[in-house]
């Protein structure tokens, strides 16, 4: 089982609708959880941290944590072209603070 | 506020040559952290300095690969010798704090190094 998870895609998602991104890890210790977004040949850009069950909202984009479940997904609202790229879900254990990194979901909004 | 800076952008070499790569971390940033991404994979840490201390070094091919963060604020990594399957983007990041301990450790990457052996 590898430590974090997420669904290679591409997950392909008209204009205007709502895109969710989804990732589960392994590690019940687990304390931070990030999502990156990362444009071909571009490194990887932070754009949501979360570290506490719930919701947490960001203009467009909303983080969801749920530790019982070891799930954290990323809904991005009115999706845009410019949303095309790869996401990264990235988890840390606080006391190591090495963060893990999934394969990352290729997102394709189409016109 | 600068970015991490990285150098060069770019480097095409043979297998068994050598190859270094440079990093500067965001100013005041206390921890940096050298990745390796193969295509179509998430990074993968190498290395990992708090200041001018390794943390965590366990995925670096010691045989090979070599780190060094002089001072505790730029940073090179050298690959001797290369292998093709060495080919890869080489990241580096930085993060305020990621001390042990430590929960909010947001990192910062730079633009990367792409590496070509042939």
């Known amino acids: 089982q590898k430590e974090v998870e997420q669904n290679s895609g591409p997950l392909s998602v008209p204009e205007g609708a709502i895109a969710s991104l989804n990732c589960t890890y392994s590690d019940r210790g687990s304390q931070s959880f990030f999502w990156y977004r990362q444009y071909s040949g571009k490194s990887p850009e932070l754009i949501m941290s979360?570290?506490?069950?719930g919701d947490k909202e960001d203009g467009r984009f909303t983080a969801q944590l749920n530790k019982a479940s070891q799930y954290v997904s990323l809904l991005i609202r009115d999706s845009q072209p410019s949303d095309s790229a790869t996401y990264l879900c990235?988890?840390?254990?606080?006391?190591?603070?090495?963060?893990?990194f999934g394969s990352g979901t290729r997102l394709s909004i189409r016109p | 506020e600068a970015g991490v800076a990285q150098s060069p952008r770019y480097k095409i070499i043979e297998k068994r040559q050598s190859v270094a790569f440079w990093c500067n971390p965001i100013s005041g940033h206390a921890t940096l952290y050298w990745y390796q991404q193969i295509l179509g994979q998430g990074p993968k840490l190498l290395i990992q300095f708090q200041n001018n201390g390794v943390v965590d070094d366990s995925q670096l091919p010691k045989d090979r690969f070599s780190a060094e963060r002089l001072k505790g604020v730029d940073s090179t990594l050298k690959i001797q010798p290369a292998k093709l399957e060495d080919s890869a983007v080489y990241l580096c990041?930085?993060?305020?704090?990621?001390?042990?301990?430590?929960?909010?450790?947001?990192?910062?990457f730079g633009p990367g190094t792409r590496l070509t052996v042939l």
């Open positions: 979360i570290y506490s069950n």
């Open positions: 990041a930085s993060s305020y704090s990621g001390g042990v301990g430590e929960i909010y450790n947001e990192q910062f």
């Open positions: 990235a988890v840390s254990h606080s006391s190591a603070s090495k963060i893990i």
